[in-house]
């Protein structure tokens, strides 16, 4: 019963970092430096690496949902509901699999999953707006992921190192 | 769970090998969207109603001289990458010379003491369906 | 098992989205005819053959009508200038070349089809272009009278009366030529074609997907560019300008479209008129006639009539579009620096 207690408090406390990167992202977006649509950092990934790394498949799944119908509620509209989840399901699936491949760091699976989230996103856009259009931005896009996917790497590398897996001593 | 990757400290050749594919896919979609830009421009000759020669404009590496001797006034037209133009006609008009280059799709120079038609299609939608003039 | 499925379905979307539309492709023929190029396009229908039966109508009245080939008609009234003896001719030549004459009654100075003479000591028939000296010029302006073009309709007969004088149906032959075609395609079933006779745009019916037809106009500056995009459906978009044919002798530029008043080419501060209308004849006609009379008179004559609209590019930089034109129309020549004036009645 307190294990269970404990999982759901640190899910949620998760989910809140989550959500707090991702709103303090959009506060200062890449998209003025570089106006292409779509482009983030991705920082509320760092929360999916350390999900998949230290919790579990389920549990990042978990966070990833609950962080992307917060956040629509909080600011966004559905349209970009359907991008994050799709981009953020997605990138969670790609690390998963790549996590249990051997020979790699987080730097790989950091940039395939920012890869993967582009990928996502101009997918569901195509969805959305019934066209191939949004694939023309997706050549950049992935070029940027190479950039954006190797400092959340390099951070998610700090984080995972410096914390620990919670409730263990 | 042991995951190795969520221990290691420094980059691995493996991340290099993600690098190289999402950088290659990245270059394959956009080599593979670029034919619907405006680089797929054909450019077809005809001379009294037959074809008598066809380039496709953004696979040329270097201009080209088509001299057409058969044409009632021998003529020269030059075919470059991004556009086509008649160097010089022994028509007596020389309005086919002075049409300049064409360079966009739906554009023909025509010349008509040699029932010669240049003109170029494809590469992108045109706003128009016709032109008056 | 579940990613396996997700990534299934991402592809099923993707090649989803990458099915092109469906479109039918017109049947086309471009030739050569009445000394222009001429392109047929037919979108529905039976598309083949009504592209033959507009081709074939057409050829049949360049061969009636043609100045150069000396079994025409048109040949044959040439020939018979002056010799007193009424030509015999095909009810089409004949309802061709009254209308001709009406257009010259009703604009008098600024349109005649009797101009051959004139022409051709400009060499602008027969591609040796040149200025004439004034008095091959003044023989050649004597002759320009289309009052001395009898007609005789209901005998379909016409004779010319004084010996030299031409006849030349450059200004109207493809106007005509296009009824002619509209009605060939529409005989056969077909409804929605686009004609492109030497620059004359035919519009029948419009578009498959139940549009309107756009038509470019050209700029007269930037041949390869347009001063503005018309909407049309069942009408012929007609133009004429200096820059279509001129050439050059000691740094002056001299085009073809003649002045039947001077013998000189036509200097009324127009480059280029386009007239739109729903009679086929009309269009290509007035678009001569108009360039000659000028702005204010083209206007003046709009005014009077209900039955075509104009496009007026001038040598100041104004496009002067009436206003039956002004729904559907996109100016795309701002750029070049050129303003647009809708004018009204």
């Given at each position: 019963?307190?294990?269970?207690?404990?999982r759901?408090?640190?899910?949620?406390?998760?989910?809140?970092?989550?959500?707090?990167?991702?709103?303090?992202?959009?506060?200062?977006?890449?998209?003025?430096?570089?106006?292409?649509?779509?482009?983030?950092?991705?920082?509320?990934?760092?929360?999916?690496?350390?999900?998949?790394?230290r919790?579990?498949?389920?549990?990042?799944?978990?966070?990833?949902?609950?962080?992307?119908?917060?956040?629509?509620?909080?600011?966004?509209?559905?349209?970009?509901?359907?991008?994050?989840?799709?981009?953020g399901?997605?990138?969670?699936?790609?690390?998963?699999l790549?996590?249990?491949?051997?020979?790699?760091?987080l730097f790989?699976?950091?940039?395939?999953?920012?890869?993967?989230?582009?990928?996502g996103?101009?997918?569901?856009?195509?969805?959305?707006?019934?066209?191939?259009?949004?694939?023309?931005?997706?050549?950049?896009?992935?070029?940027?992921?190479?950039?954006?996917?190797?400092?959340?790497?390099?951070?998610?590398?700090?984080?995972?190192?410096?914390?620990?897996?919670?409730?263990?001593? | 769970?042991?995951?190795?990757?969520?221990?290691?400290?420094?980059?691995?050749?493996?991340?290099?090998?993600?690098?190289l594919?999402?950088?290659?896919?990245?270059?394959?979609?956009?080599?593979?969207?670029?034919?619907?830009?405006?680089?797929?421009l054909?450019?077809?000759?005809?001379?009294?109603?037959?074809?008598?020669?066809?380039?496709?404009?953004?696979?040329?590496?270097?201009?080209?001289?088509?001299t057409?001797?058969?044409?009632?006034?021998?003529?020269?037209?030059?075919?470059?990458?991004?556009?086509?133009?008649?160097?010089?006609?022994?028509?007596?008009?020389?309005?086919?010379?002075?049409?300049?280059?064409?360079?966009?799709?739906?554009?023909?120079?025509?010349?008509?003491?040699n029932?010669?038609?240049?003109?170029?299609?494809?590469?992108g939608?045109?706003?128009?369906d016709?032109?008056?003039? | 098992?579940?990613?396996?499925?997700?990534?299934?379905?991402?592809?099923?979307?993707?090649?989803?989205?990458?099915a092109?539309?469906?479109?039918?492709?017109?049947a086309?023929?471009?030739?050569?005819?009445?000394?222009?190029?001429?392109?047929v396009?037919?979108?529905?229908?039976p598309?083949?053959?009504?592209?033959?039966a507009?081709?074939?109508?057409?050829?049949?009245?360049?061969?009636?009508?043609?100045?150069?080939?000396?079994?025409?008609?048109?040949?044959?009234?040439?020939?018979?200038?002056?010799?007193?003896?009424?030509?015999?001719?095909d009810?089409?030549v004949?309802?061709?070349?009254?209308?001709?004459?009406?257009?010259?009654?009703?604009?008098?100075?600024?349109?005649?089809?009797?101009?051959?003479?004139?022409?051709?000591?400009w060499?602008?028939?027969?591609?040796?272009?040149?200025?004439?000296?004034?008095q091959?010029?003044a023989?050649?302006?004597?002759?320009?009278?289309?009052?001395?073009?009898?007609?005789?309709?209901?005998?379909?007969?016409a004779?010319?009366?004084?010996?030299?004088?031409?006849?030349?149906?450059?200004?109207?032959?493809?106007?005509y030529?296009?009824?002619?075609?509209?009605?060939a395609?529409?005989?056969?079933?077909?409804?929605?074609?686009?004609?492109d006779?030497?620059?004359?745009?035919?519009?029948?019916?419009r578009k498959?997907?139940?549009?309107?037809?756009?038509?470019?106009?050209?700029?007269?500056?930037?041949?390869?560019?347009?001063?503005?995009?018309?909407?049309?459906?069942?009408?012929?978009?007609?133009?004429?300008?200096?820059?279509?044919?001129?050439?050059?002798?000691?740094?002056?530029?001299?085009?073809?479209?003649?002045?039947?008043?001077?013998?000189?080419p036509?200097?009324?501060?127009?480059?280029?008129?386009?007239?739109?209308?729903?009679?086929?004849?009309?269009?290509?006609?007035?678009?001569?006639?108009?360039?000659?009379?000028?702005?204010?008179?083209?206007?003046?004559?709009?005014?009077?009539?209900?039955?075509?609209?104009?496009?007026?590019?001038?040598?100041?930089?104004?496009?002067?579009?009436?206003?039956g034109?002004?729904?559907?129309?996109?100016?795309?020549?701002?750029?070049?620096?050129?303003?647009?004036?809708?004018?009204?009645?």
């Amino acid at each position: 019963m307190a294990h269970g207690l404990q999982r759901l408090t640190r899910a949620a406390v998760l989910t809140a970092l989550a959500l707090a990167l991702s709103v303090a992202e959009g506060l200062a977006p890449l998209t003025i430096l570089f106006p292409l649509p779509g482009l983030r950092l991705g920082l509320a990934n760092l929360v999916t690496v350390y999900a998949l790394c230290r919790l579990s498949g389920r549990e990042a799944l978990l966070i990833l949902v609950a962080r992307c119908l917060l956040g629509s509620l909080l600011g966004g509209n559905l349209m970009a509901l359907a991008f994050s989840l799709t981009g953020g399901l997605l990138a969670l699936a790609v690390m998963a699999l790549l996590l249990r491949v051997p020979g790699l760091s987080l730097f790989g699976v950091s940039i395939a999953g920012a890869a993967a989230h582009n990928t996502g996103q101009i997918l569901a856009a195509m969805v959305v707006l019934g066209g191939r259009a949004p694939l023309v931005y997706l050549p950049p896009l992935l070029l940027c992921s190479l950039v954006t996917g190797a400092v959340t790497g390099g951070v998610s590398i700090l984080l995972v190192q410096r914390i620990p897996a919670p409730g263990r001593p | 769970m042991r995951l190795s990757a969520a221990d290691r400290r420094r980059p691995t050749l493996g991340d290099g090998l993600v690098v190289l594919v999402v950088a290659a896919a990245a270059l394959l979609l956009l080599a593979a969207l670029r034919p619907k830009g405006t680089d797929s421009l054909t450019a077809t000759i005809t001379l009294d109603g037959q074809v008598v020669a066809q380039y496709q404009l953004a696979e040329l590496s270097q201009p080209v001289s088509l001299t057409l001797e058969q044409a009632p006034y021998p003529l020269t037209i030059q075919i470059e990458a991004d556009g086509v133009s008649i160097l010089h006609s022994a028509c007596p008009s020389q309005d086919c010379v002075r049409t300049g280059r064409i360079t966009q799709t739906g554009q023909q120079i025509i010349c008509l003491p040699n029932r010669l038609v240049v003109s170029l299609t494809g590469a992108g939608d045109l706003e128009f369906d016709a032109v008056t003039g | 098992m579940k990613r396996i499925c997700f990534f299934l379905l991402m592809l099923g979307l993707l090649s989803g989205c990458a099915a092109p539309a469906a479109q039918s492709e017109p049947a086309q023929a471009q030739f050569f005819s009445m000394d222009t190029v001429m392109s047929v396009r037919v979108y529905d229908g039976p598309k083949e053959d009504a592209v033959q039966a507009a081709r074939q109508a057409v050829e049949e009245l360049d061969g009636l009508l043609s100045r150069t080939n000396p079994d025409s008609q048109l040949s044959a009234l040439n020939a018979h200038a002056g010799d007193g003896s009424p030509v015999a001719l095909d009810g089409r030549v004949s309802e061709l070349l009254t209308f001709a004459k009406s257009i010259s009654q009703l604009l008098p100075g600024d349109f005649d089809i009797t101009i051959a003479p004139v022409m051709d000591a400009w060499g602008f028939t027969t591609d040796q272009r040149q200025v004439p000296d004034p008095q091959t010029l003044a023989g050649a302006l004597a002759l320009v009278d289309s009052d001395k073009l009898n007609m005789d309709e209901t005998a379909s007969t016409a004779r010319l009366e004084a010996a030299g004088m031409e006849v030349d149906l450059g200004a109207v032959a493809k106007g005509y030529a296009a009824g002619q075609a509209a009605a060939a395609i529409r005989e056969t079933g077909a409804t929605s074609a686009l004609l492109d006779l030497g620059g004359n745009v035919t519009a029948l019916g419009r578009k498959a997907d139940g549009s309107a037809w756009q038509v470019g106009v050209k700029d007269p500056q930037d041949t390869a560019q347009t001063l503005c995009i018309l909407s049309m459906e069942d009408q012929t978009a007609s133009t004429s300008g200096g820059y279509e044919r001129y050439f050059e002798e000691d740094g002056v530029v001299y085009h073809h479209i003649i002045d039947p008043e001077t013998g000189y080419p036509a200097d009324s501060g127009l480059l280029s008129v386009t007239v739109v209308s729903a009679d086929h004849t009309l269009a290509d006609a007035l678009s001569t006639a108009l360039f000659v009379a000028g702005e204010e008179e083209a206007l003046d004559f709009w005014r009077s009539r209900t039955d075509f609209e104009l496009v007026l590019c001038t040598s100041d930089g104004r496009v002067v579009v009436t206003q039956g034109l002004e729904e559907g129309m996109r100016p795309t020549g701002e750029d070049r620096g050129y303003t647009y004036e809708i004018v009204r009645r």
